[in-house]
Structure formats: structure tokens, C-alpha cells
């Protein structure tokens, strides 16, 4: 249900962007409704995230890569302020953390949560 909305939001933010959705060996729509926003659509079927993160990054050659789940949980109007330390060279990485708004999110899920990913 959220995965449109999230990959509507990343183009309206970043409109070059390649936006890549990935399979991981999902039993509902996501696919379908990543790709009718324009999304690339990829699989890998041996699941997990850790799996799925080593496959974009054998897949995919970008010199930025920024990368949220599709539960629309991240605020991607702030993916301009997040890569701007990378483009100006003052950071290899940066690693934003999302805040609890309707419901609690436990000490592990707050650096990453599962999910696909964009």
C-alpha cells in the first residue's frame, strides 16, 4: 500500500534519479506498483535483507547510493540535506535515523529496519 507513495516521493525529490525496487521474494503487488511509478524492478530469491543490500551493490554502479524501505517510514524530503556532506566531499557516508511518529520503533530497528528497498 505504501510503496507508490514512497516511490512517488523519491521522484518528485530527485527526478534523474534511477529508482530501484527489489524482490525479495514478495507475495504481494509491490513489483507491479513500483513499476507503474517508473521504478527498475529486480529480484534476488535467497532472502534477507543483508542479501538483498549485497545484490544492489553488485547490480548497481552509482557514485550515490541512498537507500529506504517502502513502508513509506522516511522522510525523503530531506535526501537533499542527507547526500549534500557526500557531494561536498566532507563525508563517505551518512546514515540518517527515523523517529518514532505513530508508533514505537525498538532500539534494533532503529539504524535499518526490514523491507524492500529502494
Known amino acids: 500500500m505504501t510503496i507508490g507513495n514512497v516511490g512517488k516521493n523519491i521522484r518528485a525529490e530527485r527526478p534523474n ?24 524492478c529486480r529480484g534476488e530469491k535467497i532472502k534477507g535483507k543483508g542479501n538483498v543490500v549485497r545484490r544492489m551493490f553488485a547490480d548497481i554502479e552509482a557514485d550515490i547510493y541512498v537507500m529506504v524501505d517502502g513502508n513509506n517510514t522516511y522522510d525523503v524530503t530531506s535526501v537533499k540535506q542527507l547526500i549534500r ?6 563525508a563517505d557516508m551518512v546514515n540518517a535515523g527515523r523517529q518514532a511518529r505513530r508508533r514505537r520503533i525498538c532500539a534494533g530497528h532503529r539504524l535499518g529496519k526490514h523491507g524492500g528497498a529502494f
Open 17 to 40: 534519479a534511477d529508482i530501484y525496487v527489489y524482490d525479495n521474494n514478495l507475495t504481494d503487488r509491490t513489483v507491479t506498483v513500483a513499476g507503474n511509478v517508473g521504478a527498475i
Open 85 to 90: 556532506p557526500t557531494l561536498c566531499e566532507q
